[in-house]
């Protein structure tokens, strides 16, 4: 299916979804958000396909924001009515189950920052940016950023950045856990394509589960997370693929998944 705003191709059991405004580096624009959940819902629906990459066209930007041009014109009665923002936190955390990364490019800035932190994990170029302008424009963070972002690196680094609207580069960024790993820029798409095909060759729902394993850390107290995980961690000793997983370790062989 073709989008106006949204690239994706598929690499094997790899999807690729690119953000294609490179001019307007990338902003978010509503049918952008619009896209980008229908993209990641068909990710999700397809059993095909056991990982995906985000990433934005282009050198200079992953996305520079939501898109200010469309917003400039609205009223808080249009941004209520139409509850501006709420498909798109929920939708895209919830809906999608399986993995995905973030490769950032270059400005992630705002609403771009937020969107870059609902992936399972970030890689950065060395030439990306991070930041939460917001307070420039007059308002603050409207897609989680102000929660992700003091989850990732703390409250004072993540109140500097919301009042001071300044950007964290890479290697800030990687220091204060924000990112898991910095990739050359030339080598970021790369990089990011080779460790989701990783993910991708993993027996699919004990990486669903992993995935739920370490987000139940951002919901729920110690007790309760342990809780999880050790069900979790029980329900796949019933699949077929943790059988095939011990034998496939013990026959000194590659496991064959079945997903089951
Ligand atoms: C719409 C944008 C945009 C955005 C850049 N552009 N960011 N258009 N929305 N968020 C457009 C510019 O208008 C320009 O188009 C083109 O992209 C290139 O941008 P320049 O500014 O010329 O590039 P540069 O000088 O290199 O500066 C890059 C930049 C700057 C530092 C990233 O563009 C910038 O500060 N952008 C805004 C970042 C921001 O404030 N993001 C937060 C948005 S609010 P034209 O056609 O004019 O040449 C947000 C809110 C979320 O995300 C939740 C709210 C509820």
Redesign the pocket.
């Known amino acids: 299916m073709a989008y106006e705003t949204v690239l994706v191709e598929t690499r094997g059991a790899v999807t690729l979804i690119t953000i294609n405004r490179p ?3 990338n ?1 978010l624009s509503s049918v952008v958000l619009t896209e980008l959940i229908e993209v990641f819902a068909a990710y999700d629906a397809d059993s095909s396909q056991r990982c995906a990459v985000l990433t934005g066209s282009g050198d ?2 992953f996305a ?6 469309e917003m400039v014109e609205k009223s808080p009665a249009d941004f209520y009515a139409g509850d ?2 709420a498909d798109w936190t929920s939708k895209i955390t919830r809906v999608t189950r399986k993995p995905w990364i973030a490769a950032v490019n270059g ?1 992630a ?3 771009g920052c ?1 969107l870059a932190m609902m992936a399972d994990f970030i890689l950065a170029s060395d030439r990306a940016k991070f930041g939460q ?2 307070i ?2 007059g ?1 603050a ?3 989680g950023g102000s929660q992700r972002l003091t989850r990732a690196v703390g409250k004072a680094k993540a109140m500097e950045m919301c009042l001071t609207g300044r950007m964290m580069d890479a290697e800030e960024a990687e220091r204060g856990g924000l990112v898991s790993r910095i990739v050359p820029h030339d080598q970021l798409l790369e990089d990011a394509l080779k460790t989701a095909e990783t993910i991708a060759a993993m027996p699919p729902l004990a990486a669903m589960m992993n995935k739920e394993m370490v987000n139940v850390a951002f919901e729920t107290t110690l007790d309760t997370g342990i809780l999880m995980e050790r069900r979790m961690f029980q329900v796949l000793c019933g699949t077929e693929d943790k059988t095939e997983g011990m034998t496939a370790f013990v026959e000194k062989r590659p496991g064959n998944w079945t997903g089951r």
């Open positions: 001019k307007a580096l902003a200079k930007a520079a924001g939501a898109d200010i041009k501006f923002f400005f800035l705002g609403g937020e302008p917001e420039k424009l308002v963070p409207g897609m």
